[in-house]
């Protein structure tokens, strides 16, 4: 499976960016699709996941304003971001796997497969 993440950028505080994440090569069998975010000298740290039957799952600091979407048919997921804040900057991954389940849908080491990573950036 090949991710291919796309639509990160530069932006100022309380705008908006849409990510994009095209899966290919043996997508019916992945459960989930996700999106993680990491900070320059920081972790991993989980966004948002959807489940293929369409349920989504947020972390609390994205809450209220990302929006995480799919496209089934175009084995696609987007991640809306509305009301950036410069706490968001950050290289922004997207994951999918067959084995994820609820219980570990927050936890990088649940996904088998990753994108190559698009920057976004929030100046203050």
């Known amino acids: 499976v090949q991710l291919q993440a796309c639509g990160g950028g530069l932006v100022q505080a309380g705008g908006s960016l849409r990510l994009s994440c095209v899966a290919s090569?043996?997508?019916?069998?992945?459960?989930?699709m996700a999106w993680f975010r990491q900070a320059p000298g920081k972790e991993r740290d989980f966004v948002a996941a959807?489940?293929?039957?369409?349920?989504?799952h947020y972390a609390d600091s994205v809450k209220g304003r990302f929006t995480i979407s799919g496209d089934n048919a175009k084995n696609t997921v987007y991640l809306q971001m509305n009301d950036l804040r410069p706490e968001d900057t950050a290289v922004y991954y997207c994951?999918?796997?067959?084995?994820?389940?609820?219980?570990?849908?927050?936890?990088?080491?649940?996904?088998?497969?990753w994108g190559q990573g698009t920057q976004v950036t929030v100046s203050s």
């Open positions: 994951a999918a796997g067959p084995s994820v389940i609820q219980s570990t849908l927050a936890s990088r080491t649940a996904y088998a497969y």
């Open positions: 090569g043996g997508t019916s069998t992945n459960r989930y």
């Open positions: 959807r489940k293929w039957s369409g349920s989504t």
